[in-house]
């Protein structure tokens, strides 16, 4: 529904002089947006482009609400965003007006980087979205937050912050409740990484599930019946996924369900993929459920004399800069991070600023083959 509104020569007055501000044809047109969304949006590009200079008088909200034909209601709610984000201040028996600190302060967008877990030093994923998330929002003038928040502290660290909108990283699905209450206050907010179905609409990133159902599945038609996979214990959306996807994957090629395979690495990856490399029974195939294990996994063969690929297939999820240095490093599914982080941070502008995202591409991985496995002869 098209709303077309007119201010006829509103008068603002200021502390210092009176300033006509002739605010015409006013569209408020984004589908789906509530009104007063799109009213504190228009309001709050005057102010950022200095159009409503600090100090301007706001008229009262009755009158506002008559000018523009809707509700007191509407233009208190807009009102409050505004005020939220610090842009506008309410002085008692005066009036409201635009902040004194809307030119310094407040100008600037403020965006938070969600993640349950502390963030290591060296974690390569978060790193490369850290760093295109930096890139990307210093290049639209806003400010980047990184904090590590559980759900519970989600609307607190929103209103603390004076918080503009907010990505998630990796969500496990109990925060589904927590984002969903944000999504339906219509607050900005875009989840990274793991896709869950609970939160499709507004993820950006690949089932964890599907993933290995690709790897196992390519493992299989080289015919592979042995296959282990190598996975961190972290309570984490991602390694949940995929250990489930392993489980799920093996059932469905009809392949041995081997425990002692499937069992998550702990502190020592070394002491653990040596036991499992120098078994008898050891796996004929591993999948890096973390491509942090590749440099381990390859000195462990070396030290054993095992070749790969000829007495070792191994397939990575992911990868980073590091594993690609090794000595014919290991075919991966992977997923541009920094393109789909991009892409996120596109959408989540774009709600910011109350127009339609642009046209995602296809959010899944693709397969790069650099060699590592090798077929298993037919009995």
């Known amino acids: ?72 209601i509407t ?32 100008r600037h967008r403020r965006i938070g980087f969600f993640n349950h877990q502390r963030i290591q030093p060296g974690a390569n994923l978060i790193g490369t979205m850290l760093e295109t998330l930096f890139q990307f929002w210093g290049d639209h003038n806003a400010d980047l937050l990184a904090l590590s928040r559980l759900p519970g502290e989600y609307e607190q660290t929103i209103a603390e912050y004076r918080l503009d909108g907010v990505l998630i990283y990796s ?23 793991s896709i869950l179905p609970e939160l499709a609409d507004i993820s950006f990133g690949y089932s964890n599930v599907e993933v290995l159902d690709a790897a196992v599945e390519y493992l299989a038609k080289l015919g592979h019946r042995d296959i282990a996979l190598l996975l961190p214990g972290a309570n984490e959306t991602a ?45 004929g195939a591993v999948i890096l459920g973390s491509c942090g294990y590749a440099e381990t996994l390859y000195a462990v063969a070396a030290e054993l004399k095992l070749e790969i690929p000829r007495d070792l297939s191994v397939v990575s999820i992911d990868e980073d800069a590091k594993m ?49 496995c090798t077929a298993v002869p037919a009995d």
């Open 75 to 106: 233009v208190n709610s807009a009102m409050n965003e505004l005020m939220n984000r610090g842009l506008i201040e309410r002085r008692v028996g005066s009036g409201t007006y635009v902040s004194e600190l809307a030119g310094s302060r407040t």
């Open 171 to 193: 969500p496990l699905a109990e925060f589904v409740p927590a984002i969903r209450k944000l999504v339906r206050r219509e607050f900005p907010v875009v989840a990274l990484s």
């Open 1 to 72: 529904m098209l709303l077309t509104f007119f201010f006829v020569s509103a008068i603002i007055n200021s502390e210092k002089e009176s300033v006509d501000v002739e605010l015409n044809r006013m569209e408020l047109n984004a589908e789906g947006v509530p009104k007063y969304r799109q009213l504190a949006a228009r309001l709050e590009t005057l102010i950022r482009d200095g159009e409503l200079a600090a100090s301007t008088r706001i008229p009262s909200e009755r009158l506002l609400a008559r000018q523009l034909g809707v509700s007191v």
């Open 239 to 283: 390694y949940r996924g995929r250990a489930e996807g392993f489980q799920r994957a093996m059932w469905k090629y009809r392949l041995p369900l081997n425990p002692d395979w499937q069992k998550t690495v702990g502190a020592e990856p070394s002491a653990y993929i040596r036991e499992q490399l120098s078994s008898p029974t050891r796996p």
């Open 324 to 372: 690609l240095t090794l000595p014919e490093p290991p075919s991966a599914f992977r997923v541009d991070f920094a393109a789909l982080t991009r892409e996120g941070s596109e959408t989540l502008l774009a709600r910011l600023e109350q127009r339609e995202p642009a046209a995602g591409r296809e959010r899944n991985f693709e397969f790069v083959d650099r060699s590592s």
